[in-house]
């Protein structure tokens, strides 16, 4: 089992459409990081996050600690968003991050 | 000011011959990583330089990967004796101080073996 699992693995939706990703980890860390991967392969940092809630524009990160669970959502989604999200962890006590296979998002217009 | 840079940005060579990749980081940036992604695998940690500590090399999959860091900045990944399997895209990235900074990520290398 991957110390970093995400679901779905693979999400199509339509514009406007309200999108939710989920990330579960097993070990303790100290920060949980989302990416996003867009079709050409550029990997842009959005949330860097050790408690609680982030937001910024039309999304929002949120982790539970003690679930070890975090989820990304994208509001209002736009074919824009279309890219691979990517969730990664920092242990407790370690400097590299393990990630997540990546969540396939496509919004249709 | 510039992002991550990283050169080649495409590499295509022979089993069995030698490759080198360069990142160039963020100025200023004191930490610097690089990372492995293969054809429909997700990403991999190779290797980590902070300042002039003892970098952790923990993720470099052999001992025919190596990878240094000259003068706190641009950064050298050598893979001697390449294999078809080490075929995949390499990414660079830095930030600001250790790892519990944002990581800004460079374009990357897409390293072919035939």
């Known amino acids: 089992k991957n110390e970093v699992e995400q679901s779905p693995q693979n999400l199509t939706a339509q514009e406007g459409e309200f999108i939710t990703i989920n990330c579960s980890y097993s070990v303790g860390i100290s920060a949980l990081h989302w990416l996003q991967q867009h079709p050409g392969g550029g990997i842009v940092s959005l949330f860097m996050l050790s408690s609680g809630k982030k937001k910024h524009g039309r999304l929002i990160a949120t982790i539970n600690i003690q679930e070890k669970h975090s989820s990304l959502h994208i509001t209002a989604s736009h074919p824009r968003d279309s890219a691979v999200y990517i969730c990664?962890?920092?242990?407790?006590?370690?400097?590299?991050?393990?990630f997540g296979q990546g969540t396939r998002l496509t919004i249709n217009p | 000011g510039a992002g991550v840079s990283q050169s080649p940005s495409n590499k295509v060579t022979e089993k069995g011959k030698d490759v080198e990749l360069r990142c160039d980081p963020i100025?200023?940036?004191?930490?610097l990583y690089w990372y492995r992604q293969s054809l429909g695998q997700g990403l991999e940690f190779l290797i980590y330089f902070q300042g002039n500590s003892a970098p952790d090399k923990s993720g470099l999959p052999s001992d025919r990967f190596s990878a240094e860091r000259t003068g706190g900045s641009v950064s050298t990944l050598t893979i001697q004796r390449t294999q078809q399997e080490d075929s995949a895209v390499y990414l660079c990235a830095s930030s600001l101080a250790d790892s519990a900074y944002e990581q800004y990520f460079g374009p990357g290398t897409r390293l072919t073996v035939t």
């Open positions: 100025s200023g940036h004191t930490a």
């Open positions: 990664a962890v920092r242990s407790q006590g370690a400097q590299k991050l393990v």
